[in-house]
């Protein structure tokens, strides 16, 4: 049986990606709180009682919460042999009015948005591969027109909450490339959807004054989250798997010319750095 990983799976783009994906594969959910996990699994078991999806409560805020959902996850793939980890889907996000760390220190959108992602991929890697599967992240359109920062990557001296948004979204497109450099050889494949504008709550939640205001005015004129969900289930499922790297309703898009092989690195070895980890090494013991 083919298992996919989704966080964010709780609500928005997420729910609807969990939604659709439960009908042919097992879905692994991720979602920082119980109750909207237990709402998201009821409504979808109440509409197709065949539906396969498992939830796992996680504020992937925190790295430590993430290598906790990664252990749950990795002990149900190894007590259930049969399933294989085809896809993770890296979602979650979140926008943030203030500068606000994780318990690490870490900028909250750059830690739920980039490093989240980072971290999991590199948990769950060993079981991708071993499934050829593939990794996609939940970008946006904004990344276009910002360049990293690299001197003060989490904006601690001058922040803006949509500088730090748009920074992040192009992190996910960095991290998709770094990643597909570093896979080539294994069959495995990484992307990035820009799901467009879609009426979620996104800028709603944990944020005030201007940012609720505007996020409430713009959500209006999105799309329902369930158009973009199927160019998800399109990356996954096609044989071959599509080339290139950033989709947007099931089409190659073109992404910034910030994406390049050096930026792409040069947030690899920071990331390795705040999570601790050597993708590296891990490779070679795989
Ligand atoms: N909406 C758009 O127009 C748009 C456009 C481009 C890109 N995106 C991207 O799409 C992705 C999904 O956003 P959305 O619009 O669907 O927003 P959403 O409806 O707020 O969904 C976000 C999901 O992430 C979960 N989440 C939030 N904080 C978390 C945390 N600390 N730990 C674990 N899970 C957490 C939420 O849980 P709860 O259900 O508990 O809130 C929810 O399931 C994001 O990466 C966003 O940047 C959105």
């Not at 998800?232 to 080339?243: M, Q, R, S």
């Not at 792409?264 to 013991?285: M, P, W």
């Amino acid at each position: 049986m083919k298992a996919i990983v989704i966080t964010g799976a709780s609500s928005g783009i997420g729910f609807e990606i969990a939604r659709l994906l439960s009908r042919n594969h097992l879905v692994m959910g991720i979602g920082r709180n119980k109750t909207n996990c237990e709402k998201a699994e009821e409504l979808i078991l109440s509409e197709n009682p065949d539906a396969r999806i498992v939830y796992f409560v996680a504020d992937l805020i925190q790295q430590h919460e993430v290598n906790r959902v990664a252990d749950e996850i990795i002990a149900y793939l190894e007590s259930n042999k049969n399933i294989q980890l085809h896809g993770l889907i890296n979602n979650a996000g979140c926008v943030r009015s203030w500068y606000t760390t994780s318990d690490e220190g870490y900028e909250q959108q750059f830690a739920l948005n980039h490093l989240a992602g980072f971290l999991l991929t590199y948990r769950l890697l060993p079981f991708i591969i071993k499934a050829k599967g593939r990794v996609i992240m939940t970008g946006s359109q904004s990344h276009k027109g910002i360049k990293m920062h690299w001197s003060d990557v989490m904006l601690r001296k001058r922040y803006n909450p949509l500088t730090a948004y748009k920074q992040s979204k192009l992190c996910n497109i960095l991290f998709a490339k770094g990643l597909d450099d570093r896979l080539e050889d294994t069959g495995v494949k990484s992307y990035v959807v820009d799901p467009g504008l879609v009426k979620t709550d996104i800028g709603n939640k944990q944020t005030g004054g201007l940012v609720n205001l505007i996020w409430s005015i713009r959500k209006k004129h999105g799309v329902s989250p369930e158009v973009p969900a199927s160019t998800y289930e399109f990356l996954l499922e096609k044989h071959p798997a599509p080339p290139g790297l950033y989709y947007c309703l099931f089409k190659e898009k073109a992404y910034s010319r910030q994406v390049t092989s050096e930026n792409a690195d040069k947030l690899f070895s920071l990331s390795q750095k705040l999570c601790g980890i050597s993708y590296d090494r891990r490779e070679k013991r795989l």
